[in-house]
């Protein structure tokens, strides 16, 4: 029996130092490592909150962008395949923007066709640009320089009125009567992420575009830059 004692007092050893083992690993982590593991998240956070979030904000100014050139085309389209007058019409509605694709005129009678008015309470005719996206109020700001009908204004106002109108004739074309106003700028829509500490004005890095151009309707994407004339220029992008 000498000749195992080595052996039972290794065994002994060991399961003492195992049941030493245990008691630790269900003690767990202690409250300083819990603190450490913390902090280190928040430290994570704080790093990348700020470029998700700008990524979100860009996700949701790009998506609103060709959701307008998507309406814009739309109308093209049905212009020409109706051979009829068709106009889009934008606005902000509790923050949200929206936008409206429509016949021009009711044609019931030629010499007396009714204007659509898109802001008359019976038009049931808008929707939420960028619908998949379910887009919260302010989330996403609308700008344009168009006034009355393919008329533009000196500048770009983010407070739509309820005259902004661009409209298709049955070509797909810009009306030549009355001529439209195009300036040197075209017809610009501006899509943006709003200031954070001005929900009214955009955050210049955002700024998104979509121009019509030219009296044969094309329609163009780009990025807004301002110019030494105080103007905001539509530059489009490859």
Request: glycine content about 8%.
């Amino acid at each position: 029996m000498q000749n195992f004692a080595p052996i039972q007092n290794f065994w002994r050893s060991r399961r003492s130092s195992l049941r030493r083992s245990l008691r630790h690993s269900k003690a767990g982590f202690t409250l300083l490592e819990m603190l450490v593991v913390t902090l280190m998240i928040g430290v994570m956070f704080a790093i990348a909150a700020p470029g998700w979030l700008g990524f979100m904000q860009q996700r949701r100014v790009n998506s609103v962008n060709d959701a307008v050139v998507r309406a814009l085309q739309d109308a093209q389209t049905q212009a020409k395949t109706k051979k009829l007058s068709y106009s889009v019409s934008f606005k902000q509605d509790n923050g949200i923007p929206q936008v409206a694709v429509y016949q021009t005129k009711i044609l019931d009678d030629p010499n007396n066709p009714e204007v659509i008015n898109p802001f008359d309470t019976n038009f049931k005719g808008w929707k939420p640009l960028g619908e998949n996206l379910e887009l919260k109020g302010k989330q996403v700001l609308l700008g344009t320089n168009v006034g009355t009908e393919n008329s533009i204004n000196s500048s770009i106002s983010y407070s739509l009125n309820n005259t902004n109108k661009i409209t298709f004739d049955y070509t797909g074309a810009l009306p030549i009567t009355p001529p439209p106003n195009l300036g040197t700028q075209g017809l610009i829509i501006v899509v943006a992420a709003p200031q954070s500490n001005d929900s009214n004005q955009p955050l210049p890095s955002t700024r998104r575009c979509v121009k019509v151009s030219t009296l044969l309707g094309s329609i163009q994407t780009g990025r807004i830059s301002s110019t030494g004339g105080g103007g905001d220029q539509c530059n489009p992008t490859s």
